[in-house]
Antibody, heavy 118, light 106 residues
Framework: QVQLVESGGGVVQPGRSLRLSCAASGFTVDSYGMHWVRQAPGKGLEWVAVISYDGNKKYYADSVKGRFTISRDNPKNTLYLQMSSLRTEDTALYYC???????????WGQGTLVTVSS | SYELTQPPSVSVSPGQTASITCSGDKLESIYVSWYQQKPGQSPLLVIYQDNKRPSGIPERFSGSNSGNTATLTISGTQAMDEADYSCQAWDRNSVVFGGGTKLTVL
């Protein structure tokens, strides 16, 4: 069955970098668009980035554009989010989510927590 | 950037019908999805493409989208339906979520 397992979260100082990973199983990441979505403590969902099924298109929320980079490793069937110049407002639970092909996200991981604090 | 607006909270009595709205400019021209999220859990897709239910989602969940408003309707609401519900829309090259609505069943 489909499973998404995020890792790489932790406590980091403002201005530093962090890389999140999302290991997928039960499907191949090069067959679907893949997303990162975050949720600040006590807040709603915020879309962060998407990579198209063929890897040719990458789009970002304005709040992270120029600081975050989405990528994937097809042989490892893993999605990544490279985060740089982190800010306190980037503190959130980061989910990876599989695109369904029907303008929705049909599977979500359990999330990995990123805390940006000095 | 595109924005989706939801009421912060909705209350419903058990067995009654709950309606949660999601508003956006000309929303009917794009597909809307709905997610249920219970405390400590990841979001669960309950409605996609305005009114379609994924496998395993009870029939009491339905959706509609007309004009500037999409609506998630839960018929015969059960205590287990108490959760946060978020709408989602895909606008050009980005994805937008509503702020979420806390559904209380009391």
């Amino acid at each position: 069955q489909v499973q998404l397992v995020e890792s790489g979260g932790g406590v980091v100082q403002p201005g530093r970098s962090l890389r999140l990973s999302c290991a997928a199983s039960g499907f191949t990441v090069d067959s679907y668009g893949m997303h990162w979505v975050r949720q600040a403590p006590g807040k709603g969902l915020e879309w962060v980035a998407v990579i198209s099924y063929d890897g040719n298109k990458k789009y970002y929320a304005d709040s992270v554009k120029g600081r975050f980079t989405i990528s994937r490793d097809n042989p490892k069937n893993t999605l990544y989010l490279q985060m740089s110049s982190l800010r306190t407002e980037d503190t959130a639970l980061y989910y990876c989510a599989k695109g369904s092909g029907n303008y929705s996200n049909d599977y979500w991981g359990q999330g990995t927590l990123v805390t940006v604090s000095s | 950037s595109y924005e989706l607006t939801q009421p912060p909270s909705v209350s419903v009595s058990p067995g009654q019908t709950a309606s949660i709205t999601c508003s956006g400019d000309k929303l009917e021209s794009i597909y809307v999805s709905w997610y249920q999220q219970k405390p400590g859990q990841s979001p669960l897709l309950v409605i996609y493409q305005d009114n379609k239910r994924p496998s395993g989602i009870p029939e009491r969940f339905s959706g509609s989208n007309s004009g500037n408003t999409a609506t998630l309707t839960i018929s015969g609401t059960q205590a287990m339906d108490e959760a946060d519900y978020s709408c989602q829309a895909w606008d050009r090259n980005s994805v937008v979520f509503g702020g979420g609505t806390k559904l209380t069943v009391l």
